[in-house]
């Protein structure tokens, strides 16, 4: 792995904090998409991929966030794999994917 990368990501964790919207929460938002995407095509085949990964991503805290940032940059584990999981089934994650990705899947 990259000398750069673990203090570019604590970096980053630090800045988290700083409010949403910022540089640091969309740094923050793209990696943990990245962590996100595999798991729900490997878990959820046929779910429309984008909708899906942006539903999952707005009903994770900061903190899970940040876990699944970390992920996107070292590699998924079995911890994450599991978040992943355990958000997209929350009931708020659900009627997003109701919203967002049916339409999606109608199209």
Not at 58 to 67: F, P, R
Not at 76 to 84: A, H, Y
């Amino acid at each position: 792995m990259n000398k750069l990368v673990i203090p570019a990501l604590a970096a980053l964790m630090g800045l988290s904090a700083c409010g949403d919207d910022g540089l640091a929460d969309q740094l923050a938002r793209k990696e943990a998409k990245d962590a996100v995407r595999p798991v729900l095509t490997e878990r959820f085949p046929g779910v429309p991929l984008e909708p899906a990964t942006d539903c999952v991503i707005d009903n994770a805290s900061a903190v899970e966030i940040l876990q699944l940032a970390k992920a996107g940059v070292t590699g998924l584990g079995p911890e994450e794999t599991q978040l992943v999981v355990e958000i997209a089934t929350r009931p708020d994650t659900l009627e997003c994917l109701l919203k967002n990705g049916l339409p999606a899947l109608l199209q």
